[in-house]
């Protein structure tokens, strides 16, 4: 995988499961990130503050690799592969019965996350995990389905969406906790009980989320516009018709969703400058 330049550059060790150890990122930002979590102690003054700042640090480190070379870990490829998988199982999904959670996790680990051995692999196989888990927190509905482990009519597309848009976020935090985890083991393990890594993850996710388009909200504006401009009924009939255009809308919208929580397509959301090393 490629390195990078000045800031961004890059230090990656082989896929997990060999017998190299992944030194994580190195760079002047990613140092300075890595320099403040050495230093952080949970019951310290103004932990919690510290800890989103030391969080903000390394999203900022990330979009910031990203933006020299693309390339970098693999991420951006590999996001819009697992991007695509997703959009097209969302069908299946709207059409099928709910299954269990633990059943619904296994065949979207599976179908989203592949068989990759590398770091951004498993980071991408927790990101669909943690994304069932979360949309299920924000659906009390779903307790009663998923708990019986059938529900008639599959899924509804609401919460489709929000799987989608939540998976990208997801993504994006589960990769920093990998980062802050291999940095905590090698320099400050004395902090790997108070798991930081989790903390840093779940921040990150909820920074970034409300970047990720929104596969429905598309498909009513599209369906708006058409409607508007007298297009073609055959045209307004097919967007109309979630179990066939959403899933097509999802896959259009991966590279954008990828751009956005990678900052790529450039939208700041930690501030102008990181804090202070």
């Given at each position: 995988m490629a390195g990078g330049a000045g800031r961004g550059t890059i230090g990656l060790g082989g896929?997990?499961?060999?017998?190299?150890?992944?030194?994580?990122?190195?760079?002047?930002?990613?140092?300075?990130?890595?320099?403040?979590l050495a230093r952080?102690?949970?019951?310290?003054?103004?932990?919690?503050?510290?800890?989103?700042?030391?969080?903000?640090?390394?999203?900022?480190?990330?979009?910031?690799?990203?933006?020299?070379?693309?390339?970098?870990?693999?991420?951006?490829?590999?996001?819009?592969?697992?991007?695509?998988?997703?959009?097209g199982a969302l069908g299946s999904l709207a059409a099928g019965g709910a299954e269990s959670e633990d059943a619904l996790v296994a065949r979207l680990v599976s179908e989203v996350g592949g068989d990759g051995g590398t770091l951004v692999d498993a980071a991408v196989r927790r990101a669909m995990a943690a994304a069932v888990r979360d949309v299920r927190d924000r659906h009390p509905e779903l307790d009663d389905a998923m708990g019986r482990g059938a529900a008639a009519?599959?899924?509804?597309?609401?919460?489709?969406?929000?799987?989608?848009?939540?998976?990208?976020?997801?993504?994006v935090g589960e990769f920093l906790r990998s980062v802050v985890a291999e940095h905590i083991k090698l320099a400050v393990p004395g902090l790997i009980?108070?798991?930081?890594?989790?903390?840093?993850?779940?921040?990150?996710?909820?920074?970034?989320?409300?970047?990720?388009?929104?596969?429905?909200?598309?498909?009513?504006?599209?369906?708006?516009?058409?409607?508007?401009?007298?297009?073609?009924?055959?045209?307004?009939?097919?967007?109309?018709?979630?179990?066939a255009a959403l899933p097509k809308i999802a896959e259009s919208l991966v590279p954008r969703a990828v751009g956005k929580v990678l900052g790529l397509i450039t939208e700041e959301v930690t501030g102008e400058e990181g804090a202070a090393a």
């Open positions: 896929a997990v499961g060999t017998s190299t150890r992944w030194k994580g990122p190195n760079g002047d930002r990613w140092s300075s990130a890595a320099r403040r952080w102690q949970k019951d310290s003054h103004n932990a919690d503050q510290r800890l989103e700042e030391i969080a903000a640090d390394h999203l900022r480190a990330l979009h910031e690799t990203l933006r020299a070379d693309r390339s970098a870990f693999g991420l951006y490829d590999t996001a819009c592969a697992a991007g695509e998988r997703l959009a009519g599959g899924f509804a597309w609401d919460i489709l969406c929000d799987l989608y848009q939540v998976f990208f976020a997801d993504m009980a108070t798991d930081p890594e989790g903390t840093i993850a779940a921040w990150v996710a909820e920074k970034v989320v409300d970047l990720v388009p929104n596969p429905c909200e598309e498909s009513a504006e599209a369906t708006e516009l058409a409607e508007a401009v007298d297009t073609a009924q055959s045209v307004v009939g097919a967007v109309q018709d979630p179990s």
